[in-house]
């Protein structure tokens, strides 16, 4: 029993003294857990056909992570200021703004593009419509919120930025962040439809890298709103909802995705690598 209870001591203070990386760990192995049986699902290995609705489960396992690490790592009071950035709505009309607005205006303008192009105007019915599920409707919303919103963004920008951030710059923590958010994007190149069908894993590195540039956008969103999680979550949620919709087709997608990597950019120039904000980096 003492050799026992060493054993769990010495494995909580490993936790606590590599948080990032113990976090990293339980959010792949809480995420793969579901989309690893997916992987062999699809490529014939287990005899039967997993339902592929089952991945949206994956989504939540960043904020599982999260929960539990802030739980051994700051204990109630650690929760509590999670919480409070979770549901941080005060963040100045600019961040707010951009964080609901600008998924809008991004799919808008590429569908303006595409239909300049000589293509068609996306069908918005198909809005209310994502891959292995019944037509949703205005439900779709809460899916994507809840998903691809919270379930990432809790983890990635509310636990992991602002300690990446803490003795790094704020590029830095986020290129370092969107390596991360990559490779647990890993299996999904192996299933899902959208990436199969694109090439696979042959894909990866295009993808990875507009992850990158991605995590540079919310870094930028989440130290000017002064680290509201609820923001970042808003603006994830609606740009998956705006580019993964059958609505959207391939072109539009890669437009919309194309404007974040040159927002990247135009972050880096203007509110320089150490903040990527005009406020201060938020940090623990």
Same mark, same amino acid.
């Given at each position: 029993? *003492? ?9 909580? /203070? ?13 959010a !792949?192995?809480? $995420? ?9 699902? &699809? ?28 739980w ?25 703004a951009?964080? !609901?607005?600008?998924?809008? +205006?991004?799919?808008?303008l590429?569908?303006?593009a !595409? ?38 963004e ?23 962040? @969107? ?9 999904a190149?192996?299933?899902?439809? /959208?990436?199969?069908? &694109? ?27 002064? @680290? ?24 539009? $997608?890669?437009?919309?995705? +194309?404007? !974040?990597? *040159? ?14 904000s ?7």
């Amino acid at each position: 029993m *003492i050799a026992q209870t060493r054993k769990q001591t010495t494995v909580f /203070t490993w936790i606590r003294q590599h948080p990032l990386l113990s976090y990293l760990i339980l959010a !792949i192995a809480i $995420s793969w857990s579901v989309e690893l049986p997916l992987v062999a699902s &699809a490529q014939g290995w287990l005899g039967v056909r997993l339902p592929t609705a089952i991945h949206y489960f994956a989504a939540f396992g960043p904020m599982l992570a999260a929960i539990l690490m802030t739980w051994v790592t700051g204990g109630a009071d650690g929760l509590k200021e999670l919480w409070g950035r979770v549901t941080k709505w005060r963040v100045g009309w600019t961040g707010a703004a951009f964080a !609901i607005l600008s998924p809008l +205006a991004l799919f808008a303008l590429a569908s303006i593009a !595409i239909r300049l192009m000589g293509g068609e105007w996306p069908d918005l019915r198909l809005l209310g419509e994502v891959n292995y599920l019944p037509f949703l409707g205005i439900w779709v919303l809460p899916l994507w919120l809840a998903t691809y919103g919270f379930g990432e963004e809790i983890g990635w920008r509310g636990f992991a930025l602002p300690r990446l951030q803490k003795r790094r710059s704020a590029l830095a923590a986020s290129v370092i962040l @969107g390596l991360m958010w990559s490779l647990w994007h890993v299996p999904a190149f192996l299933y899902l439809d /959208t990436y199969v069908n &694109a090439g696979g894993l042959a894909v990866f590195p295009g993808v990875a890298f507009g992850i990158v540039m991605g995590a540079i956008v919310l870094t930028w969103l989440y130290n000017t709103t002064g @680290g509201s999680v609820l923001m970042v979550a808003v603006w994830h949620g609606l740009f998956d909802l705006f580019t993964a919709a059958k609505a959207i087709d391939a072109y539009n $997608s890669a437009l919309q995705s +194309a404007a !974040i990597m *040159i927002a990247a950019v135009v972050i880096v120039l203007v509110f320089k690598p150490a903040n990527l904000s005009r406020v201060a980096k938020h940090t623990l």
